[in-house]
């Protein structure tokens, strides 16, 4: 074969492929887009994703809705769009709950590590570790000091088995080397009530969620769960900053997509969320949520998330967590 029109052929097929990469992306969305969410209106999850529909539908001209679809755990909706058409057009809006799923669930429908691509954070869930005031504690040194003077009799709650605020303290008991009886509720409000009363000694929250008890001085905030302070909470430390290397848990809330979602419509997704969630309004909108804004490239949010799944792993397997 002649090999300068070898070469002019390979150059025209590449410039073909690139034009009709960028028309992918320019083309969309060209149609209602709908985001899938697992929990209920009003939730943790989905106040977030209204407030992405909001400003992505304002932003690229079509309309951006929500379909709560609720269930075990968010691997129902998890597996729906998974199997759904990789079109850019059925996404799936999460915690990071998503990278604890192959480590809690044995026979999920889809792998939640190949199935679904993270495209882009909308927000940051801040959790804090809060106690009663019956128990003394001021700092979560208190709390780690009163655990190894009384080995096994420190109770912690959550808001469930599994969920982020148990694996959150998870974290927080290996870091310091304590041992400790959880006691799982059914929900965030139980669990604070029972804090509250003296009943349980801490719990991870949210911070919108144990607001109302802070100002009211019934309960303590001790340490911060995630990588740095809250604005809403600033004289309170992270638990690395109290001294607990590899304590602290990011819970997001993002977009995901089907795999084999055309890399332009990713990209697109990914650098408009981006944008559009960056903006000061959407911002202080995200913060009166009780949320934090949260950016990052598609590739540090691909890595991210990957490295959620191997540590998620190792701290199911260390506190025995068992899978269902």
Same mark, same amino acid.
């Given at each position: 074969?002649?090999?300068?029109?070898?070469?002019?052929?390979?150059?025209?097929?590449?410039?073909?492929?690139?034009?009709?990469?960028?028309?992918?992306?320019?083309?969309?969305?060209?149609?209602?887009?709908?985001?899938?969410?697992?929990?209920?209106?009003?939730?943790?999850?989905?106040?977030?994703?209204?407030?992405?529909?909001?400003?992505?539908?304002?932003?690229?001209?079509?309309?951006?809705?929500?379909?709560?679809?609720?269930?075990?755990?968010?691997?129902?909706?998890?597996?729906?769009?998974?199997?759904?058409?990789?079109?850019?057009?059925?996404?799936?809006?999460?915690?990071?709950?998503?990278?604890?799923? +192959?480590?809690?669930?044995?026979?999920?429908?889809?792998? +939640?590590?190949?199935?679904?691509?993270?495209?882009?954070?909308?927000?940051?869930?801040?959790?804090?570790?809060?106690?009663?005031?019956?128990?003394?504690?001021?700092?979560?040194?208190?709390?780690?000091?009163?655990?190894?003077?009384?080995?096994?009799?420190?109770?912690?709650?959550?808001?469930?088995?599994?969920?982020?605020?148990?694996?959150?303290?998870?974290?927080?008991?290996?870091?310091?080397?304590?041992?400790?009886?959880?006691? +799982?509720?059914?929900?965030? +409000?139980?669990?604070?009530?029972?804090?509250?009363?003296?009943?349980?000694?801490?719990?991870?929250?949210?911070?919108?969620?144990?607001?109302?008890?802070?100002?009211?001085?019934?309960?303590?905030?001790?340490?911060?769960?995630?990588?740095?302070?809250?604005?809403?909470?600033?004289?309170?430390?992270?638990?690395?900053?109290?001294?607990?290397?590899?304590?602290?848990?990011?819970?997001?809330?993002?977009?995901?997509?089907?795999?084999?979602?055309?890399?332009?419509?990713?990209?697109?997704?990914?650098?408009?969320?981006?944008?559009?969630?960056?903006?000061?309004?959407?911002?202080?909108?995200?913060?009166?949520?009780?949320?934090?804004?949260?950016?990052?490239?598609?590739?540090?949010?691909?890595?991210?998330?990957?490295?959620?799944?191997?540590?998620?792993?190792?701290?199911?397997?260390?506190?025995?967590?068992?899978?269902?």
């Amino acid at each position: 074969m002649n090999k300068p029109k070898a070469l002019l052929r390979s150059a025209g097929a590449l410039f073909l492929a690139l034009v009709a990469f960028a028309a992918t992306a320019q083309q969309y969305p060209a149609r209602q887009v709908t985001l899938v969410v697992p929990f209920t209106a009003g939730s943790g999850v989905d106040v977030p994703a209204r407030i992405a529909a909001e400003y992505l539908g304002r932003a690229l001209g079509q309309s951006f809705v929500i379909d709560n679809k609720t269930g075990a755990a968010g691997t129902i909706a998890s597996a729906y769009v998974a199997s759904a058409t990789a079109d850019g057009y059925t996404l799936l809006v999460n915690s990071s709950a998503h990278a604890l799923y +192959p480590s809690l669930y044995k026979g999920l429908k889809f792998d +939640p590590a190949k199935d679904l691509v993270p495209v882009a954070p909308i927000a940051e869930v801040p959790l804090v570790l809060v106690a009663s005031p019956e128990s003394g504690w001021r700092t979560v040194k208190d709390m780690v000091a009163f655990a190894k003077a009384n080995p096994g009799k420190l109770n912690y709650g959550s808001a469930g088995k599994a969920t982020t605020s148990h694996v959150s303290f998870e974290r927080l008991r290996a870091a310091a080397q304590i041992t400790g009886v959880h006691v +799982p509720f059914k929900g965030t +409000p139980q669990a604070i009530a029972e804090v509250m009363a003296g009943r349980v000694h801490v719990a991870y929250t949210t911070i919108s969620a144990a607001a109302a008890g802070i100002q009211a001085n019934r309960l303590i905030p001790l340490a911060m769960g995630g990588s740095k302070r809250s604005p809403s909470l600033p004289n309170v430390p992270t638990s690395v900053e109290a001294g607990f290397p590899n304590s602290d848990y990011t819970v997001w809330v993002a977009i995901l997509a089907p795999a084999h979602t055309p890399a332009a419509i990713i990209e697109r997704l990914s650098f408009e969320t981006s944008r559009v969630l960056g903006t000061p309004e959407a911002r202080e909108r995200i913060a009166k949520a009780g949320l934090e804004p949260m950016s990052m490239t598609f590739a540090q949010f691909q890595t991210a998330v990957r490295g959620e799944f191997t540590s998620n792993e190792a701290v199911v397997k260390a506190a025995g967590i068992e899978a269902e």
